[in-house]
């Protein structure tokens, strides 16, 4: 194959069977150690709150987020705890914000 | 308001929002099973954190055992007035036992997320002087409830 030994990281399989998305995302992923679904979701939640600044629609589309992604099987059950810790520190932060404020 | 009490209420919203998230966030069913919680204690993916009554055991059960005063009351005049000095007393320090666990769960908070990752030696220097800190905080919190004036006025 063209990768040699690296073909099952390149992503060369899923692209030759059409799938250029699955592909990317294999790439990206061994890139990323099994780290990209993760990152993708930090930056996302990131941009979303300079962009909006508001925590109800980041935790709302975290929940999402999670309630689709989060038991498939390409995703790093570490990188589950990190998301926890996100959506843990956003709903602290919306119930202040209801409570406190 | 205070900055340290702030700290306390969100220290309290994380521990409601901690529980929110274990029990609330399920599975969709689109990849798994409909209805699974995600994050839940046998999952794994909470951190180490248990969400559990235990935590409120200090104010649950110690609170309402029998203070005894210790040591003889060779004094019989005074005798009452050492009960009630020692009742005071061990009420007092039962509170400071259990506002102690909760006045630096924000640091624990911390502790278990990214303590994990760092070096043992860093984690065992960080965590203790972040806890000084809002400890000296919480020093000029008191200051600024008992006189009503901040420490820098």
Redesign the interface.
């Known amino acids: 194959m063209v990768c040699g030994n690296l073909t099952a990281v390149c992503g060369w399989t899923e692209l030759f069977d059409g799938n250029p998305i699955l592909a990317a995302f294999t790439m990206y992923d061994a890139s990323m150690v099994g780290w990209t679904i993760a990152i993708l979701f930090i930056v996302y939640q990131m941009m979303l709150f300079m962009k909006a600044r508001n925590l109800a629609l980041n935790f709302i589309t975290g929940?999402f987020f999670?309630?689709?992604?989060?038991?498939?099987?390409f995703i790093k059950?570490i990188s589950?705890?990190v998301m926890?810790?996100i959506?843990?520190?956003e709903?602290?932060g919306?119930?202040?914000l209801w409570?406190?404020k | 308001m205070n900055s340290v009490f702030?700290l306390i209420?969100?220290t309290i919203?994380?521990n409601?929002?901690?529980g929110?998230?274990m029990y609330g966030?399920?599975?969709?069913g689109?990849?798994?099973?409909k209805g699974?919680q995600?994050?839940s204690d046998n999952t794994?993916?909470?951190?180490g954190i248990v969400y559990n009554e235990s935590y409120t055991s200090t104010f649950v059960g110690d609170m309402n055992t029998t203070i005894n005063p210790t040591g003889d009351l060779e004094d019989r005049d005074n005798a009452i007035y050492r009960v009630l000095d020692k009742m005071n007393l061990g009420f007092l320090t039962r509170i400071k036992d259990a506002v102690t666990k909760y006045l630096f769960g924000f640091i624990q908070f911390i502790q278990s997320?990214i303590g994990p990752y760092m070096e043992p030696a860093l984690a065992n220097f960080i965590f203790p002087t972040l806890k000084t800190v809002i400890f000296i905080g919480y020093l000029l919190g008191v200051w600024l409830l008992f006189t009503g004036r901040a420490f820098s006025d």
């Open positions: 929940v999670l309630s689709l992604f989060a038991t498939a099987t059950t589950l705890q926890f810790v959506l843990v520190l709903m602290a919306l119930i202040y409570v406190a | 702030r209420v969100f919203f994380l409601i929002a901690t929110l998230v966030v399920t599975d969709s689109v990849y798994g099973t699974t995600i994050f794994g993916n909470t951190f997320t």
